[in-house]
């Protein structure tokens, strides 16, 4: 069963910057599109974030973290990387890693609390 872990997330000001991990166990993500998603609280369903495919191609973003945040990965540590720059306040949530089909079970997340 692959499992994912996230981690990264914690309490920052309007501006300031994080790095958020995801560390995929039992499948190399060498093989696998990835994404994050989060979910903001007492919001119902996730929002995408960002995209990655193997191979070395261009990540995507969604229009409201393009151009602040970026999506790596490292195939060698099965980690898929992302890193906020200028964090909002309304980028407040709890983000998970998965495929773009959810085909893994959800890892704990990681919170992401950005206050004015």
């Known amino acids: 069963e692959v499992q994912l872990v996230e981690s990264g997330g914690g309490m920052v000001h309007a501006g300031e910057s994080l790095r958020l991990s995801c560390v995929v166990a039992g499948s190399p993500i060498s093989s696998f599109d990835m994404s994050w998603v989060r979910q903001a609280p007492g919001k119902g369903p996730t929002e995408w974030v960002s995209g990655s495919i193997p191979g070395g191609a261009t990540p995507y973003y969604s229009d409201s973290v393009k151009g602040r945040f970026t999506t790596s990965r490292d195939n060698a540590k099965n980690t898929l990387t992302l890193d906020m720059n200028n964090l909002k306040v309304e980028d407040t949530a709890v983000y998970y890693c998965?495929?773009?089909?959810?085909?893994?079970?959800w890892g704990p997340g990681t919170r992401v609390t950005v206050s004015s």
């Open positions: 998965n495929t773009p089909a959810r085909e893994f079970t």
